[in-house]
């Protein structure tokens, strides 16, 4: 079974322009880094009100301690 992704962003964050780049971000987080999970498993990241604006090397720095955080990556060689 290959992991899969879920993106919610709520209206709240922005107009469609806005929303629709968060998911971009997040999901090229996700592209990126989808090898390095430890095993197949089906995410859903939730978008809050920080992550607008911020540059996809902050949102991918926090994409990966997220998912530090959640036992979800492979252990450092």
């Known amino acids: 079974m290959p992991t899969r ?3 919610v962003v709520g209206g709240r964050l922005g107009k469609a ?3 629709s780049r968060i998911k971009r971000l997040l999901r090229e987080a996700f592209r990126r880094h989808q090898r390095d ?3 197949p498993a089906d995410l ?3 978008a809050r009100a920080s ?3 911020k540059p996809f090397a902050v949102v991918e720095k926090d994409f ?3 998912m530090r955080r959640a036992g979800l990556l492979k252990a450092a060689a």
Do not use: S
């Open 5 to 7: 992704l879920g993106v």
């Open 17 to 19: 322009v806005i929303r």
């Open 37 to 39: 999970l430890a095993q």
């Open 44 to 46: 859903v990241l939730v």
């Open 64 to 66: 990966l301690t997220a």
């Open 51 to 53: 992550i607008v604006g």
